[in-house]
């Protein structure tokens, strides 16, 4: 079984920065392509980045792709999300996501086989 696990989030100012880590286990985590997706109070889950199983090629949300970066250290089983210049906009609870998937990267939530359990990102003005 396929295990997802963020950790990194908290409470920022306006202009701050945090990086989101997840955790996988249960599967080779370097067959998956991984992803992230955010969702506000009150409102749907929002693409916001995702990269291909060796981490080469990478798609942003247009929202953040001048702030944020997405990597991973597939030796540590480890997917990353830089967020730099964070806005209270970014606020939100954030999502870890996997798919065994293959030359493509979507933004769609129904894409993707597996979801951690979130962690929360305040960003305060």
């Known amino acids: 079984q396929v295990q997802l696990v963020e950790s990194g989030g908290g409470s920022v100012q306006a202009g701050g920065s945090l990086r989101l880590s997840c955790v996988v286990s249960?599967?080779?985590?370097?067959?998956?392509?991984m992803g992230w997706f955010r969702q506000a109070a009150g409102k749907e889950r929002e693409f916001v980045a995702t990269c291909t199983q060796g981490g080469s090629r990478t798609n942003y949300a247009d929202s953040v792709k001048d702030r944020f970066t997405i990597s991973r250290d597939n030796a540590k089983n480890t997917v990353y999300l830089q967020m730099n210049s964070l806005k209270p906009e970014d606020t939100a609870v954030y999502y870890c996501?996997?798919?065994?998937?293959?030359?493509?990267?979507?933004?769609?939530?129904?894409?993707?086989?597996?979801w951690g359990q979130g962690t929360a990102v305040t960003v305060s003005s």
């Open positions: 996501v996997a798919a065994q998937i293959v030359g493509i990267l979507p933004t769609t939530p129904r894409a993707y086989d597996y």
């Open positions: 249960g599967r080779t985590f370097s067959n998956y392509a």
